[in-house]
Nanobody, 113 residues
């Protein structure tokens, strides 16, 4: 059974940092493109970042460029999303997916003073 589990969400002050983890079981993340999306209250889902499976190319949404970083730890079967200089508008539930086929249940990030 394939399962993706996000973790690392928390309440953080503006300007702070968090690292989200996406841990997989039942599949090897190394062989999948992995993406992070988020859904803020009352808003549509937004693609945040993506790392390809072939050459580990990375893509970032315009609103998070220069602040967020995605990277893999294949030994742990995880993909991380490092988030720096967080802003209140980053508040959302963050979801990871593998090849847009398998999804986790999300982890809540709240940025507030």
């Amino acid at each position: 059974q394939v399962q993706l589990v996000e973790s690392g969400g928390d309440l953080v002050s503006p300007g702070g940092s968090l690292t989200l983890s996406c841990t997989a079981s039942g599949l090897t993340l190394e062989y999948y493109a992995v993406g992070w999306c988020r859904r803020a209250p009352g808003k549509e889902s937004e693609g945040v970042s993506y790392i390809s499976n072939r050459d580990n190319r990375k893509y970032y949404g315009n609103s998070v460029k220069e602040r967020f970083s995605i990277f893999r730890d294949n030994a742990k079967n995880r993909v991380y999303l490092q988030m720096n200089n967080l802003k209140p508008e980053d508040t959302a539930v963050y979801y990871c997916n593998a090849a847009i086929r398998y999804w986790g249940k999300g982890t809540l990030v709240t940025v507030s003073a």
